[in-house]
């Protein structure tokens, strides 16, 4: 039987680790924490699942895609992790390319997906008002992902396949993984490390590590009760309606205003930026003074194009390495992982996007939202 060493047990080594052991190799996982406890970015509370993705079809099926298996883990676990919640994406600025051309591609990939009139806003989704917006896109079947739940579903289900899980740190040593001073080989080693990328493999990718404060808020309103995750691409901000009867809603936002000694403060004491209480209070008036109950801290594996990563490990004969999510990778683990899987199978060849790039690779067409993953 052919071995695997898996090393990271975020969402996409997880859900690798478990793909793979699923069509008969055996696997050995590796992370500093035991599978499905982690503290990393794949950790976090929530995640939206969106399949817009502007004028890309291959993140648009694969994030569809994701949805149908992410429903099959639930029914194999007995766990509940996916609210569908819909999935609105406002464009507030003159620039409408992106969201017009999601809305054609989900059209042309048969994903339900709908144009909503700006002033038919407040109407569809109480709570929110249409100040400022020039474009909106519903996806009825977007959603939301309990991540913490969800990973605990993936390690409990990569368990049942056979997975071995080893905690400790790993670190490359030729055609395999040092861990914790030992040395471990395998016919197939995969790193999909996250942000620790470009620490173990420095110089190899343009991945960097990201940082995002997601802030919570007390649940106030029609739409902290019942609305749509929501995305204003323009604005750089997101946020996640209360879950299941939850007292608070997650607000991020991820620009940078320009009076920095204020957002540096308002992060030192817990409370939202300046810039982003305003937008709060523009487009959902009931949370206009709701307190931050608590600040989340998220880092992430941005790549420069913003496009994962899949590529051999140069200098290794049977090393691979998977990353960059890019702010954008959560929703899209299991299907992502049958994809890695067909490459590392030999039935499917890697796309060029996915290809290592250095450091001075520049952004590309290729431009994604906000990292909502965090």
Known sequence: MSRALVIGAGVFGLSLARELAGRGRSVDLVDPRPAGTGSGPSYADTRILRCAHGPDRFYARSAWRARTLWRELEAETGERFLHPTGALLLATGPDTGWERASLGTLRDLGIPVEHVPAAALPGRFPGCTAHGVSFAVHEPGGAVLAARTAMRALAASAARRGVRTTVGTAVPDGEGARVDGRLHTADLVVWAVGPALPVLFPGLTGVVAERQDSYWLTARGPWAAGGPAWIDRSA???GVPALGGAATV???????ATDLAHVHAAVAAGELPPHARRYVATRFP???EAPVERREECAYAWSPDEHFVLDRLPGTRDGWLVGGDSGHGFKHGPAWARYVADV???????????A???????????????????
């Open 286 to 288: 009931a949370l206009a």
């Open 236 to 238: 750089e901000m997101y």
């Open 344 to 354: 590392l199978d030999g039935t499917a060849e890697p796309l060029p996007r996915f």
């Open 250 to 256: 997650k607000i991020v936002p991820d620009s940078v």
């Open 356 to 374: 290592l790039r250095g450091p001075s690779a520049a952004p590309g067409a290729h431009r994604e939202p906000p990292g909502e993953e965090s």
